[in-house]
């Protein structure tokens, strides 16, 4: 296949062909598909990609651990997949998942991983981030 069309086909054609980085790995953004908030962003590996595909539940290679990680296994904090997008040029993933009712998503016990903003001041500062529920981790 020539560039372009090669171009044409990741982007507008109905093949997934997932494009990694040298170490394998595509981000993975996380969703809550039902309040649209961001939850977290993990990395997948091709075995990740597909076993969240088959099982219906987030799987993703943990850097820091170096290993397959299937999300909750020791939290419980199990992310269903309602959807699995790919972007244009086919390197990052969008899971849009339901939780259980009570669970967060990061591991400090917070629903998102993203509980701080990053303020402009006479100095960069951060400013927590009031969270949906689990209200009483906020
Ligand atoms: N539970 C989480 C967890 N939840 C969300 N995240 C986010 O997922 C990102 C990717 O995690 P990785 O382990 O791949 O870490 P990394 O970012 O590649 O590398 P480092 O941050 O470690 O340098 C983190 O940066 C967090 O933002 C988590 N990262 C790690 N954990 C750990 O995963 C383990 C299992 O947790 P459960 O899967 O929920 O049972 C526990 O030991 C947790 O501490
Ligand atoms: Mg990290
Ligand atoms: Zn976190």
């Known amino acids: ?37 961001v939850l977290m962003l ?33 939290s419980g904090q199990v992310q269903r997949i309602q959807e699995i997008r790919v972007d244009c040029d086919q390197d990052t993933i969008w899971l849009r998942v339901r939780m259980s009712e009570q669970a967060g998503c990061c591991h400090t016990g917070r629903s998102s991983c993203f509980y701080r903003r990053v303020v402009s001041g006479p100095m960069l500062a951060l400013d927590p981030v009031a969270l949906g529920r689990p209200a009483e981790q906020s």
């Open 42 to 74: 993990a990395w997948m590996n091709a075995e990740a990609l597909g076993r969240t595909i088959e099982t219906g539940e987030a799987w993703f290679w943990s850097r820091s651990r170096q290993c397959l990680w299937h999300k909750g296994a020791t």
């Open 1 to 37: 296949m020539s560039g372009h069309s090669e171009i044409q086909a990741r982007e507008e054609g109905l093949a997934l062909t997932p494009r990694s980085d040298g170490a394998g790995l595509l981000p993975a953004v996380v969703t809550d598909a039902v309040s649209g908030t």
